[in-house]
């Protein structure tokens, strides 16, 4: 009964773990509730009515969800410095309070501040956010001078109580948070095998949910490697152990995504494409279809569960159990003559699982450390010797970045977008109520967070506006269930605060939804409620949205086209940056850094999958933009993997005396280069005259000139296929991007 009860909360950690990577969302959502509730405590033992309770409770939010800082020395400077901006900007809230013109002028002058110090780093953004949302709260509770002494100690108690979870009851260091993300990495590897098997096993009715679940299963791995790789530099303090953990999540997470175009490629009778595993929708590939139940399929099936144990099961578990016995029989595929008898597209996946165990033990000993050897075989021996030999070689390196000046710098210019909107929402806020016009205000700089684009504050103003008129509804129910009961309904905002937290990086309508049944509770309890308060709310904010759209489409515009044509000029770069510098690795070139030229390039991927929500939300009218903007992402993202894996086996080749570096690649590599550049010089001016150049197959390429010599080397043979595959993906981008296609030309033949 206890080993199942282990084995049930082991269970349940692994499922938390992957479905909250690092528990970033559970433990914001548990301490800005715990230092809400904390103030409240403290301000009711005070005594304190129900205004200072609620200026309380939302000073004590603002204080806790405001700091960014990943270590704890920053984070208390910032929380330091932003109790004196909170109390001044609570004070002029109140000395303004009857002033209205005065007001109003020093409002659009805070919202232009508090968007301008962003390029200040985190700290500056924090202190920004206070500034506004407590001029914001001075504004709901109708702050005056002669209550301000209360206010003060509200604010004191909440920064205070702030502290506390943050630093005693709910501390958060950086390498807990990456540890936290490492086990989560683990766990949604574990379950994108099973995934995988799950594909193994589906009928020709089941094969289509089987293989969305694989490709959700990538995308989720590939998210907590990009979460991990922000975490490193502040997570570990060695440079060198940082790189290596880095390189060690690359593997696997390359291994894996292979492993999965593999199972597929072995269900069909024709080679998968990797575009399927990133495609949303795309059918999963036709031909000869598994499940089949012979011998070799159900060692297969038996091979891939064992792999998922290997990912989940604690090191300590290892010597002197089966579990070593099962890691050297998956390691042992590594060696052709340890692949079981089967079709060649089957033995594919058993090479594959042989990668995967191989990722996997380095994962292991990048995160456990040393690890007994008593059981290894052979063939294991000779990985731990290849991954003792990659460690060894690992260094850093460090890239600057230019950085934008003026009006052309992001910060600048949504500062003046948010300024001018801020000023019409103010004007025709108070046309609409002179009492609460500050929610048309709040909602114009709420959806300039974190976008770039007229068409991202389009989209965040259109979920915004649905999420406050649902929470209209849930709020209305709610403050009938607690009219006149001050605890229960502060329980009920506690609850709807937690939840806005927790779902926040999930969906931002939810997130609006709780936040407008929060705020229907707190005009319950200010015992200003009514219908007709909820109803002004879903009219301020849908003209606080309007006034944001129309001040980022009027007041130096960034058209959502042109973000995307930068963004993808920026992918296209980095994309040729890392295939260019593998490629010329793999001919003998000399090593440079590819990690982070590959981590660059996932996240100007990221960057422009983001921009690129306007083009493909389900409500655009423009169905053919929608299914471009989509396919040429998922391309692009095949094109990623490719690249990613040519860095990876080029990353070998300086600590593998047995893979020799194969010239005749640079051939392929000119090519694709080419490739490329053509095809960003197009996006950059669509009056470029480049051409994309087709040809003969990769493979034709590579044949030696001198009669008699070997085919290809064994590091060909490694990425033939990917460098095929690259090839092939980006002459598949000219036709989306009406890039002209030629025939390869003669003079560079």
Same mark, same amino acid.
């Given at each position: 009964? $206890?080993?199942?009860?282990?084995?049930?909360?082991?269970?349940?950690?692994?499922?938390?773990?992957?479905?909250?990577?690092?528990?970033? %969302?559970?433990?914001?959502?548990?301490?800005?509730?715990?230092?809400?509730?904390?103030?409240?405590?403290?301000?009711?033992?005070?005594?304190?009515?129900?205004?200072?309770?609620?200026?309380?409770?939302?000073?004590?939010?603002?204080?806790?969800?405001?700091?960014?800082?990943?270590?704890?020395?920053?984070?208390?400077?910032?929380l330091a410095l932003g109790l004196p901006v909170a109390l001044a900007a609570v004070s002029l809230g109140a000395l303004l309070h009857s002033h209205v013109a005065a007001g109003d002028v020093f409002f659009v002058m805070l919202v232009f501040a508090g968007v301008y110090v962003r390029r200040f780093g985190d700290r500056g953004t924090a202190l920004g956010l206070i500034g506004f949302q407590?001029?914001?709260?001075?504004?709901?509770?109708?702050?005056?001078?002669?209550?301000?002494?209360?206010?003060?100690?509200?604010?004191?108690?909440?920064?205070?109580?702030?502290?506390?979870?943050?630093?005693?009851?709910?501390?958060?260091?950086?390498?807990?948070?990456? +540890?936290?993300?490492?086990?989560?990495?683990?766990?949604?590897?574990?379950?994108?095998?099973?995934?995988?098997?799950?594909?193994?096993?589906?009928?020709?009715?089941?094969?289509?949910?089987? =293989?969305?679940?694989?490709?959700?299963?990538?995308? %989720? =791995?590939?998210?907590?490697?990009?979460?991990?790789?922000? !975490?490193?530099?502040?997570?570990?303090?060695? +440079?060198?152990?940082?790189?290596?953990?880095?390189?060690?999540?690359?593997?696997?997470?390359?291994?894996?995504?292979?492993? #999965?175009?593999?199972?597929?490629?072995?269900?069909?009778?024709?080679?998968?494409?990797?575009?399927?595993?990133?495609?949303?929708?795309?059918?999963?590939?036709?031909?000869?279809?598994?499940?089949?139940?012979?011998?070799?399929?159900?060692?297969?099936?038996?091979?891939?569960?064992?792999?998922?144990? &290997?990912?989940?099961?604690?090191?300590?578990?290892?010597?002197?159990?089966?579990?070593?016995?099962?890691?050297?029989?998956?390691?042992?595929?590594?060696?052709?003559?340890?692949?079981?008898?089967?079709?060649? *597209?089957?033995?594919?996946?058993?090479? #594959?699982?042989?990668?995967?165990?191989?990722?996997?033990?380095?994962?292991?000993?990048?995160?456990?450390?040393?690890?007994?050897?008593?059981?290894?075989?052979?063939?294991?021996?000779?990985? !731990?010797?290849?991954?003792?030999?990659?460690?060894?070689?690992?260094?850093?390196?460090?890239?600057?970045?230019?950085?934008?000046?003026?009006? /052309?710098?992001?910060?600048? $210019?949504?500062?003046?977008?948010?300024?001018?909107?801020?000023?019409?929402?103010?004007?025709?806020?108070?046309?609409?109520?002179?009492?609460?016009?500050?929610?048309?205000?709040?909602?114009?700089?709420?959806?300039?967070?974190?976008?770039?684009?007229?068409?991202?504050?389009?989209?965040?103003?259109?979920?915004?506006?649905?999420?406050?008129?649902?929470?209209?509804?849930?709020?209305?129910?709610?403050?009938?269930?607690?009219?006149?009961?001050?605890?229960?309904?502060?329980?009920?905002?506690l609850l709807c605060i937690f939840a806005m937290f927790y779902t926040a990086p999930l969906s931002y309508t939810l997130m609006s939804f709780f936040v407008t049944a929060a705020l229907g509770l707190l005009y319950t309890l200010l015992h200003t409620y009514s219908l007709s308060v909820l109803l002004l709310r879903v009219e301020e904010t849908a003209l606080g949205a309007a006034c944001g759209?129309?001040?980022?489409a009027l007041v130096l515009p960034v058209r959502t086209d042109r973000r995307t044509n930068d963004l993808l000029k920026t992918v296209l770069e980095r994309l040729g940056e890392v295939a260019e510098a593998a490629i010329d690795q793999l001919s003998g070139g000399p090593e440079v850094d590819l990690l982070d030229k590959a981590r660059d390039l996932d996240e100007a991927l990221a960057d =422009?999958?983001? *921009? @690129?929500?306007?083009?493909?939300?389900?409500?655009?009218?423009?169905?053919?933009?929608?299914?471009?903007? /989509?396919?040429?992402?998922?391309?692009?993202? @095949?094109?990623?993997?490719?690249?990613?894996?040519?860095?990876?086996?080029?990353?070998?080749?300086?600590?593998?005396?047995?893979?020799?570096?194969?010239?005749?690649?640079? %051939?392929?590599? $000119?090519?694709?280069?080419?490739?490329?550049?053509?095809?960003? #010089?197009?996006? *950059?001016? +669509?009056?470029?005259?480049?051409?994309?150049?087709?040809?003969?197959?990769? *493979?034709? &390429? &590579?044949?030696?000139?001198?009669?008699?010599?070997?085919?290809?080397?064994?590091?060909?043979?490694?990425?033939? /296929?990917? &460098?095929?595959?690259?090839?092939?993906?980006?002459? #598949?981008?000219?036709?989306?991007?009406?890039?002209?296609?030629?025939?390869?030309?003669?003079?560079?033949?």
């Amino acid at each position: 009964m $206890r080993a199942a009860g282990r084995r049930d909360r082991a269970r349940l950690r692994d499922l938390a773990a992957a479905s909250d990577p690092g528990l970033l %969302r559970l433990t914001a959502g548990l301490r800005t509730v715990g230092a809400i509730a904390l103030a409240l405590a403290v301000l009711a033992l005070f005594g304190s009515d129900v205004t200072h309770l609620v200026a309380g409770a939302m000073a004590a939010m603002v204080a806790t969800f405001a700091i960014r800082e990943k270590q704890r020395a920053p984070q208390a400077v910032t929380l330091a410095l932003g109790l004196p901006v909170a109390l001044a900007a609570v004070s002029l809230g109140a000395l303004l309070h009857s002033h209205v013109a005065a007001g109003d002028v020093f409002f659009v002058m805070l919202v232009f501040a508090g968007v301008y110090v962003r390029r200040f780093g985190d700290r500056g953004t924090a202190l920004g956010l206070i500034g506004f949302q407590v001029y914001f709260l001075s504004l709901f509770v109708g702050a005056t001078v002669s209550a301000l002494p209360e206010l003060y100690g509200a604010i004191v108690v909440a920064f205070l109580c702030s502290a506390a979870m943050r630093f005693v009851v709910v501390p958060q260091t950086a390498a807990g948070t990456l +540890e936290r993300l490492r086990e989560a990495f683990r766990a949604r590897l574990a379950r994108l095998v099973s995934a995988q098997l799950d594909l193994l096993d589906a009928g020709p009715d089941d094969v289509d949910k089987a =293989l969305e679940d694989v490709r959700d299963g990538t995308a %989720r =791995l590939h998210e907590t490697a990009m979460l991990i790789q922000g !975490r490193l530099d502040d997570g570990t303090s060695d +440079e060198t152990v940082a790189r290596l953990l880095q390189r060690r999540v690359a593997d696997a997470e390359i291994a894996a995504e292979r492993l #999965g175009l593999l199972l597929l490629t072995a269900r069909s009778a024709e080679r998968a494409d990797t575009l399927t595993l990133h495609l949303p929708g795309a059918p999963a590939p036709t031909g000869s279809p598994l499940p089949v139940r012979d011998e070799a399929t159900a060692t297969l099936r038996r091979d891939l569960d064992a792999l998922r144990l &290997l990912v989940l099961r604690p090191v300590s578990q290892d010597t002197g159990t089966g579990l070593s016995h099962v890691r050297n029989r998956l390691l042992g595929y590594r060696e052709e003559e340890n692949l079981p008898p089967a079709p060649p *597209a089957v033995q594919d996946v058993f090479r #594959g699982i042989g990668e995967s165990a191989r990722a996997v033990l380095g994962l292991r000993i990048a995160l456990d450390g040393p690890q007994d050897e008593s059981d290894d075989t052979p063939a294991t021996a000779r990985s !731990r010797e290849e991954l003792d030999a990659e460690d060894a070689a690992i260094t850093g390196a460090e890239e600057s970045e230019p950085t934008e000046t003026g009006l /052309r710098r992001p910060t600048t $210019r949504a500062a003046v977008q948010v300024a001018v909107g801020s000023a019409l929402a103010i004007a025709g806020g108070e046309l609409l109520s002179s009492q609460r016009w500050y929610w048309a205000v709040l909602t114009c700089w709420i959806v300039f967070i974190n976008t770039a684009s007229t068409g991202e504050i389009l989209v965040k103003g259109y979920r915004r506006l649905l999420g406050t008129v649902l929470g209209v509804v849930a709020g209305i129910v709610l403050a009938g269930l607690v009219a006149g009961h001050t605890w229960p309904a502060f329980a009920l905002v506690l609850l709807c605060i937690f939840a806005m937290f927790y779902t926040a990086p999930l969906s931002y309508t939810l997130m609006s939804f709780f936040v407008t049944a929060a705020l229907g509770l707190l005009y319950t309890l200010l015992h200003t409620y009514s219908l007709s308060v909820l109803l002004l709310r879903v009219e301020e904010t849908a003209l606080g949205a309007a006034c944001g759209i129309v001040a980022a489409a009027l007041v130096l515009p960034v058209r959502t086209d042109r973000r995307t044509n930068d963004l993808l000029k920026t992918v296209l770069e980095r994309l040729g940056e890392v295939a260019e510098a593998a490629i010329d690795q793999l001919s003998g070139g000399p090593e440079v850094d590819l990690l982070d030229k590959a981590r660059d390039l996932d996240e100007a991927l990221a960057d =422009l999958s983001a *921009a @690129t929500q306007p083009l493909t939300h389900p409500i655009t009218p423009l169905r053919t933009r929608r299914d471009t903007a /989509r396919y040429v992402v998922a391309l692009l993202e @095949t094109c990623a993997y490719h690249a990613r894996a040519l860095a990876a086996t080029a990353e070998l080749l300086p600590t593998h005396p047995s893979i020799a570096a194969d010239p005749r690649l640079r %051939r392929a590599g $000119r090519r694709i280069a080419h490739n490329i550049e053509a095809i960003a #010089g197009q996006v *950059a001016d +669509e009056h470029s005259t480049a051409e994309v150049e087709t040809g003969p197959s990769i *493979a034709s &390429l &590579l044949e030696p000139d001198i009669p008699g010599t070997p085919r290809f080397g064994r590091v060909t043979d490694r990425v033939l /296929r990917h &460098l095929q595959r690259l090839d092939e993906g980006v002459v #598949g981008l000219a036709r989306p991007l009406n890039v002209p296609v030629g025939p390869r030309s003669k003079s560079k033949k």
